[in-house]
């Protein structure tokens, strides 16, 4: 005799295995007034039939069951989706108080025949709370093994995240660290197409930067109205992710264009994350799949849009040292340079020669120093302004910074009086030169805002190291005031050592 399974309640499901109709009646009486589910069975065959429909909690088994099969309790374990339910079995009481029953293998508890209520529901309320615990402890290992498999490949995911990071925070250039991030994300992720594209919302056409799958191509201009998921992505500020662009209502448009085009549409997915460096630089992160690969996913667009920030901080970062890197050399420049004459000013120069002479020392070396004054200037002030003045030296300035080396060293030393550092260079030398560059500037035709140009000459002193009797910066420039001086008082457009 055997009854349809029935419902689950909250009291659990308990299958009774019992081949007396009598029996297998009150005991099914007993636990539904207890509020449990009942399924009574009358054998081995039907215990598994009705198993193999709804698992139960529990089997109250009779004894000669297990007699009449003695692989029913094996079978029963064997197949995992049964191994949690819990198995009473009823069997005739000992003989004797000191005969202790013994319990078959794969059994979990017994109880006495003729039965004692108080005693059955005990051990059924006992298998029941074990039956609960047991699968609750086997539901949260599971929940455990999904966890720590998450973290696995959320372990890989930011280790490769990690070293997309670590490369993109180091000095470059916007364009490498696009081409960068570009390169590893379309590795990491698998896929064949990754690119930047910068532009502004409302523009009719965007910039690549970079593209994973070719290195060649750089500031290539696209037409956005062929990309829809690029305006989007622009325009709300958000992620855009189209897993397949046959259907999706975003691709309408281009899906009528490309069927009129005849072109075949070889995309699977897409991928457009936007962002922005500053008010006026912004732009995507577009990725695609084609037909042969797979579609991409959110997890794809947060790991993509991970990276993507990272890599924006480091342009943003990139950007802002060389603003400041800028700035320094501005601000140097304004330290060092005399800003009429755009040569090195007179705080400058004592710098360089002070180091110029230590190398000289160091290497037993030579340095010459010319001192050169513009002969009669202040006739220039005088008749053609003050203006005028300020154009011959800055004249006088370029001609002298075109004629020296690249090693050489010119200032305004003050007024109109300049001087120029000459390294690896003796008097012999530096005479020559200071002959060649008193004939060129008298050659030179000055621009001073008139209608004739005007012809100057220079009176020039030269000094070297090491030389007799200077040991200091104060001893050369001595030296080489003395010589100008000479130069002056010989009837000046000069050269004197």
């Known amino acids: 005799m055997s009854s349809s399974p029935a419902e689950l309640s909250e009291g659990g499901c308990i299958v009774i295995a019992e081949d007396d109709p009598g029996i297998a009646g009150a005991l099914s009486w007993l636990l539904r007034e207890q509020g449990y589910s009942v399924v009574s069975v009358d054998g081995g065959e039907s215990l598994f039939a009705n198993m193999e429909r709804a698992v139960a ?3 109250l088994l009779d004894a000669d069951m297990i007699e009449q099969d003695n692989a029913l309790l094996t079978r029963l374990r ?7 339910v819990r198995v009473i079995v009823a069997a005739p009481a000992a003989a004797s108080d000191k005969e202790v029953p013994v319990l078959p293998a794969g059994a979990d508890d017994y109880v006495n025949k003729p039965f004692r209520v108080p005693e059955l529901l005990g051990r059924v309320r006992t298998q029941l709370r074990a039956s609960d615990q047991l699968r609750t402890a086997r539901a949260a290992l599971r929940e455990a093994a999904a966890e720590l498999e998450r973290a696995r490949e ?7 995240l990690i070293d997309i990071l670590h490369e993109v925070t180091g000095e470059m250039s916007a364009t490498e660290i696009y081409r960068l991030l570009t390169r590893r994300l379309a590795r990491v992720l698998q896929i064949s197409h990754c690119s930047i594209v910068l532009a502004r919302v409302g523009d009719p056409t965007g910039t690549i930067a970079a593209a994973a799958e070719d290195a060649s191509i750089r500031d290539v201009s696209v037409r956005l109205d062929r990309y829809p998921e690029i305006n989007a992505a622009l325009e709300s ?4 992710l189209v897993q397949d662009a046959r259907v999706h209502p975003l691709f309408a448009g281009m899906r009528a264009v490309w069927a009129e085009e005849k072109t075949p549409m070889d995309m699977r997915s897409v991928v457009s994350i936007p962002f922005s460096i500053d008010r006026w630089r912004s732009g995507v992160l577009f990725l695609r799949t084609n037909r042969a690969e797979r579609a991409l996913t959110p ?13 924006v901080a480091a342009v943003r970062r990139a950007q802002a040292l060389e603003t400041t890197r800028a700035d320094n050399r501005r601000l140097e420049a304004l330290a060092t340079t005399d800003p009429l004459t755009r040569v090195l000013n007179r705080r400058a120069l004592l710098d360089r020669l002070a180091t110029e002479l230590d190398r000289v020392r160091r290497y037993q070396s030579t340095l010459s120093l ?3 004054d513009v002969d009669h200037f202040k006739q220039i002030n005088d008749t053609a302004g003050h203006l005028a003045g300020d154009s011959v030296l800055r004249q006088i300035g370029a001609l002298l910074q075109e004629a020296v080396r690249t090693v050489d060293v010119v200032a305004r030393y003050g007024g109109e009086e300049f001087v120029t550092l000459l390294p690896e260079t003796s008097d012999e030398g530096a005479t020559a030169f200071a002959e060649r560059l008193r004939e060129r500037i008298a050659a030179h035709a000055f621009e001073v805002g008139g209608d004739e140009p005007v012809h100057l000459t220079v009176s020039i002193g030269i000094a070297s190291f090491p030389s007799p009797g200077v040991e200091s910066t104060d001893d050369l420039f001595a030296r080489a005031d003395g010589a100008l001086y000479r130069a002056k008082s010989a009837g000046r457009n000069q050269v004197h050592v």
């Open 57 to 59: 909690d529990l089997v």
């Open 299 to 311: 997890d794809d667009v947060d790991f993509a849009d991970v990276a993507l920030r990272a890599a």
């Open 154 to 160: 959320d372990a890989i995911s930011n280790r490769r």
């Open 370 to 372: 010319l001192l050169l």
């Open 237 to 240: 500020g958000r992620p855009v």
């Open 78 to 84: 064997g197949d995992d989706r049964w191994r949690d």
